[in-house]
């Protein structure tokens, strides 16, 4: 977001195959002077097809935790006629629009799919959304111009950063009330609020004071302070799934036009930035990261594109042009399956929702288009990435891990599974 829009924003208000779910794993750049959605393959780093038509100046974007929806949050910053777009993945098409409070911005997705919030500025207010029926079915008061969304991974706990006030307002998700108020740095934005995949952390990006503040969410206190350059200004935020790393776009202070911004990498042990900053593009905003870890995806509002980071050498792998001021303000990049890569329930979680989308494993292998189910089960655990269990069990393990119990109950739900030979269509 350019300097001038966030000030008249502010100023105006007193801030990741048929269908079902794809394999694919997509990133969704919501591009505001557009009024569309570009779509990325992140196998590939080449756009998918054309731009999606949206709302007014889109800008907030969460993917549903199976990867079937895409929830675009539209400010109707020209028109005063705030919108989600609901975009299904299979199509890459938008089946729903929501009217919600006026500049709607931040957005996010309970782990369970059911629920969406989205971060009503003008009336200092989280519209509440239930999916099942794409209607809103709450509106919770916050802070003053609210930005950034973050959601639990147990789901229990919404964090809504608010920017003018410096704070950031707890959600119980039970209740759908406020039980806390932090106070954090100036200016904390956006999707600025990043939960750590164990659920203890949060990381907000404070744009004025160039500083993140590192939040306890057993006690709901600041448990410490990051500083970045002086003057720079960060925006976007991201969490690894594996909870190591956070990356985080920059402004740096004084560039404008041509001068690229930053991504600063922060070790989470340490809380501190270590190595040097990446250079990017100019005014980087929104960023995202793959769910196995290994590629980092950074909006550039300013010059129209999406930087490609590869986490293994921190270095800019590929720079792709976008629509114009591409956000993608949030975890826009889509899920491959629905468990989280590097936890243990991962395959377990993966495998009972393939099972229960497709009616069966064997339907869910024919219609995502692999040969065999142990195909896909190759798949489910080259995506989790957790040590693989006795040849005896192998089978079983792919499905729930190491836990005798599961493994038994999954050969009495899967007792005509076979996974060696070609499957009947």
Known sequence: ??????????????????????????????????????????????????????????????????????????????????????????????????????LANGIAVTPDGSTVYVATANSSTVSVIDTATNMVVGTIPVGHIPDGVAVTPDGSKVY??????????????????????????????????????????????????????????????????IPLGYGDNPRGIAVRADGSKVYVAIEVAGTTGPVPGIVSVIDTKTNTVVGSPIPVGSDPYGIAITPDGSKVYVTNEADNTVSVIDTGTNMVVAVLPVGGAPFGFGVFIQPRFAGTPGNRECRHKSISALSRTFGGLNRAAIALGFPTVEGLLSAVNAFCGDSACDEEDRRACMFVGENSEHRAGWRREHSSFSSGGPLVR
């Open 1 to 102: 977001m350019t300097r001038s829009f966030f000030t008249t924003l502010v100023g105006s208000i007193a801030i990741v195959l048929g269908s079902a779910p794809s394999l694919a794993q997509n990133a969704y750049i919501a591009n505001a002077h557009d009024n569309t959605v570009s779509v990325i393959d992140t196998a590939t780093n080449t756009l998918v097809g054309l731009p999606i038509p949206v709302g007014d100046f889109p800008f907030g974007v969460a993917v549903s935790p199976d990867g079937s929806k895409v929830y675009v949050a539209n400010t109707g910053y020209a028109t005063h006629n705030s919108t989600v777009s609901v975009i299904a993945t299979a199509t890459n098409t938008v089946v729903a629009t929501i009217p919600v409070g006026y």
């Open 160 to 225: 809504v950063t608010n920017a003018s006030g410096n704070t950031v307002s707890v959600i119980a998700s039970a209740t759908n009330t406020v039980t806390a108020t932090i106070q954090a740095g100036a200016l904390p934005f956006g999707v600025a609020a990043v939960v750590t995949p164990d659920g203890s952390t949060i990381y907000v990006t404070n744009v004025t004071s160039s500083t993140i503040s590192v939040i306890d969410t057993a006690t709901n206190s600041v448990a410490g302070t």
